[in-house]
């Protein structure tokens, strides 16, 4: 069963850094493109960050360019989301989720519970 | 950055009806649009993907049509687990922007 695993989540200052984690297991992780991607509360879907599983390209939404970095660590199965400079605005849920092909421009399933992080002072 | 648009946003219907959601994008995405299914305090879950294909292990009663930039997402014959909230996303071009959503409701 594929499984994906976040955490790292927490409470943080504005201005604060935070890394996430995502933990795969069941599938063969190098080979799938990985995703974040996060939820204020109450509201809707918000795509973060995407790493590519053919290149290792890695693609970013405006709000976050520049001060969130997704990697991955192959030989650990494992889904990075570095996070500095953080704001009021990036409280959400973030979710990682795998891509169904190499390629990042293909659906996300599964998904992973998802961690929050709260920036708060 | 592509601009995708759900209508309704919200949606009463009653087990058994059958309701069609709309999502239109701001440019050509050919059929790189994907479906997701969202229930309160659950990660979503994927039910259609480019455009027409259904997810292993979705119900038929569910089904994606369009290209381009019109797209639906039908759900027949309403199940009492099928009241969630339902997204489109575009994965053509990053950021794979989603729509607003749309919460189906029970009348």
């Known amino acids: 069963e594929v499984q994906l695993l976040e955490s790292g989540g927490g409470l943080v200052q504005p201005g604060g850094s935070l890394r996430l984690s995502c933990a795969g297991s069941g599938f063969t992780f190098s080979t799938y493109a990985m995703t974040w991607v996060r939820q204020a509360p109450g509201k809707g879907l918000e795509w973060v960050s995407a790493?590519?599983?053919?290149?290792?390209?890695?693609y970013y939404a405006d709000s976050v360019k520049g001060r969130f970095t997704i990697s991955r660590d192959n030989s650990k199965n494992t889904l990075f989301l570095q996070m500095s400079s953080l704001r009021a605005e990036d409280t959400a849920i973030y979710y990682c989720a795998k891509g169904i092909g190499p390629g990042i421009a293909v659906a996300l399933t599964p998904w992973g519970q998802g961690t929050l992080v709260t920036v708060s002072s | 950055d592509i601009q995708m648009t759900q209508s309704p946003s919200s949606l009463s219907a009653s087990v058994g009806d059958s309701v069609t959601i709309t999502c239109r994008a701001s440019?050509?995405?050919?059929?790189?649009l994907n479906w997701y299914q969202q229930k309160p305090g659950k990660a979503p879950k994927l039910l259609i993907y480019?455009?027409?294909s259904l997810q292993s292990g979705v119900p038929s009663r569910f089904s994606g049509y369009g290209s381009g930039t019109d797209f639906t997402l039908t759900i027949s014959s309403l199940q009492p687990e099928d009241f969630a909230t339902y997204y489109c996303?575009?994965?053509?071009?990053?950021?794979?922007?989603f729509g607003q959503g749309t919460k189906l409701e029970i009348k």
């Open positions: 996303q575009q994965s053509y071009s990053t950021p794979h922007t």
């Open positions: 790493i590519s599983g053919s290149d290792g390209g890695t």
């Open positions: 480019a455009a027409p």
């Open positions: 440019q050509s995405i050919s059929t790189y």
